[in-house]
C-alpha cells in the first residue's frame, strides 16, 4: 500500500518561523521519486528556503511541466497553489497567471528535457520578457520517465545506460538563460544544500526572470547491459506472468567543497561529474565574463556552480508592459469596463 499523505502531527519541540510554523508547514506530500533522487533533495531546499524567508504558503503558485522533476511541486509547500501544465508549456503558463495576479511569488519547477527540447522556445521567452519568478530546471540529462534516453543537455560523448555515446552538442540552459535576458542566473548541485539554500532565497528576492540550473543525478539508470542484475537482464532470462519495473533505492549523493576550488563527484554508475563553485571575487555583475567563464571551465570538462551573474537595476514584465500596482484579478467592473467614452478617445488615437 502506498500513502501519499504525511501525518499532520508532529513533534512541538520543532522550531517555529515568525510565522509561527514549522517546516513541516512547507512540506507537501510523500515523494513517489527513487530514494535518494537528487531531485528530492531540491524540493528539501526550497522548502527549508521558504521556511527561513517566513513565506506564507498560500502566496506562493508552484507550476511545472511533464517529467521526473515536474512531479516534485506536490512534494513541497502544500498549501500553496499548484498547476501541472503539459509537456514544455509551463512557461507561458506561468506569465498568464503572473500578468493575472503579481501579488504571488511565482516558483517554476521544470527538468531538461521539459525546458531543453519541447519547451526550449518557451523557456528562451519567459526568460527575455523578464517574468518574475524563481525557474528551477532539475537537470539529470536523461528523460527519467521514458527510460532514460539521452535530453538536450547531455554532454556530447557521454554514456547511456547500454553503452551508446551520446553524439549530440549539449545546450547549456545557464548560457542560454544569460543570452535570452535573464537577470538571475545561478547553476548548483542537489547534494550541496549548504549552497542551494541561501541561492534559491536569493532568487526568491529577486526582481526578475530568475533561473537557477540545478544538476541532479538520475540514479536509475546506472545498471548496464553486463550485469546479471540488471533489470532487463531478468526480464530476458525470466517468464514472468506481467510486467513490473522495481528500482531499488541507492544513498543520496552529496558534496561539500570551498569557493573556488572544484571538486569530482563520483555517481553511482561510476561516472563523474566535475564541480567548480565560483570564487568569492567572482563577478556576477558582468554579464560578458560570466558567459565566458561558464564556456571556458566547461571547455576544462567542469560544471561552474554559484551565482553566474545578476543585474540590480532588474526590472519585471509589469514594469515592461507599465501594468497597474493592483492584480488584474482584483480589479473591479467599472475599472476593467471604463466606457465609451474611453473607447472612443482610444479609437480616435489610432486614425
Known sequence: MTYLAKPRLHHPSLPHNALGYTRRDYEGRISTLCAGCGHDSISAAIIQACWELDIEPHRVAKLSG????????????????????????????????????????????SGDGDSASIGLGQFAHVMRRGVNMVYILENNGVYGLTKGQFSATA?????????????????????????????????????????????IKAAIGHQGAAFIDVVSPCLAFNNHPGSTKSYDYVRDHNEAVNFLDIIEGRPEITTDYAAGTSVDVVQHDGTIIRLRKAAADYDATDKVSAMNYIQKHHALGEVVTGLLYIDNQSTDIH????????PLNALTEKELCPGSAALAKLNASLR
Open 155 to 199: 554532454d556530447k560523448g557521454s554514456a547511456s545506460k547500454k553503452g551508446v555515446a551520446n553524439a549530440d552538442s549539449p545546450i547549456d540552459t545557464a548560457s542560454l538563460a544569460l543570452l535570452m535576458g535573464a537577470t538571475f542566473v545561478a547553476r548548483s548541485f542537489s547534494g550541496d544544500k549548504g549552497q542551494l539554500v541561501p541561492m
Open 319 to 326: 514594469a515592461n508592459l507599465n501594468t497597474v500596482a493592483t
Open 66 to 109: 511533464i517529467g521526473c522533476s515536474s512531479k516534485t511541486p506536490d512534494y513541497f509547500l502544500g498549501n500553496s497553489h499548484g498547476f501541472n501544465t503539459v509537456h514544455g508549456r509551463m512557461p507561458s503558463v506561468l506569465t498568464g497567471a503572473n500578468l493575472a495576479n503579481r501579488a504571488l511569488l511565482y516558483l517554476g519547477v
